[in-house]
């Protein structure tokens, strides 16, 4: 099975951006991989941010977005609020099985 | 209101088998896909399975991880989703999410997930 990594975790400062990348064992990350983001705040549920590389749901925030970089699936967020401090999980699809990624944890600070 | 409740979590045996459920509410759940997500204490998100809708022939997909112990099955008429677990491992131990697919019809169709239900613990000791 494939494995999925990501940054163990980042640092952003109030206001900037920070961006997080999602890298697959097997090659590069494409559009066919239907890379997705989910958002974990401590004690909740996942929620879905972006899906298909770069759509957002109703609910995404503007500041989100989702793009492929350099051979890896990537999550920007552009002028973080404290709200954003969570755990950011990655999922990439591989011909009908979902692996997810290891997991990012931001601290706005 | 588009809800997911997941219920039936609980203490079982290694070895043992468990049942749990996701009731659905706010949308026509015959249309979807539903997944079933976990994730076990201090850990990351695993996904578990898939059942995809009658138009699909209610075809199910599985992680290697459960394939051959764990089944996926629906009932759409009572807007209900199931995950039956046989065989249990302690490793299985975890909060269990269910999670809603959509239809995007672009150039290509496929569904996405969307909703996620808050989850049902479940703990296997040996």
């Known amino acids: 099975q494939a494995v999925v990594t990501q940054e163990p975790s980042l640092t952003v400062s109030p206001g900037g951006t920070v961006t997080l990348t999602c890298g697959s064992s097997?090659?590069?990350?494409?559009?066919?991989?239907?890379p997705y983001w989910f958002q974990q705040r401590p004690g909740q549920a996942p929620r879905t941010l972006i899906y298909?590389?770069?759509s957002k749901h109703s609910w995404t925030p503007a500041r989100f977005s989702g793009s492929l970089l350099g051979g890896y699936a990537a999550l920007t967020l552009s002028g973080a609020q404290p709200e954003d401090e969570a755990e950011y999980y990655c999922?990439?699809?591989?011909?009908?099985?979902?692996?997810f990624g290891t997991g990012t944890k931001v601290t706005v600070l | 209101e588009v809800q997911l409740v997941e219920s039936g979590g609980g203490s079982v045996q290694s070895g043992g088998s468990l049942r749990v459920s996701c009731a659905a509410s706010g949308f026509i759940f015959s249309d979807h896909y539903m997944d079933w997500v976990r994730q076990a204490p201090g850990k990351g998100l695993e996904w578990v399975g898939r059942?995809?809708?009658?138009?699909?022939?209610?075809?199910?997909l599985y992680a290697a991880s459960v394939r051959g112990r764990f089944t996926i099955s629906r009932d759409d008429s009572m807007s209900s989703l199931y995950l039956q677990m046989d065989s249990l491992k302690t490793e299985d131990a975890a909060v269990y999410y269910c999670v809603r697919l959509t239809l995007v019809v672009e150039r290509s169709n496929y569904y996405y997930m969307d909703v996620w239900g808050k989850g049902t613990t479940v703990t296997v000791s040996s």
């Open positions: 298909a590389t770069s």
């Open positions: 999922l990439l699809s591989y011909s009908g099985v979902y692996v």
């Open positions: 097997t090659g590069t990350v494409t559009s066919g991989h239907y």
């Open positions: 059942i995809k809708n009658r138009a699909n022939g209610y075809t199910t």
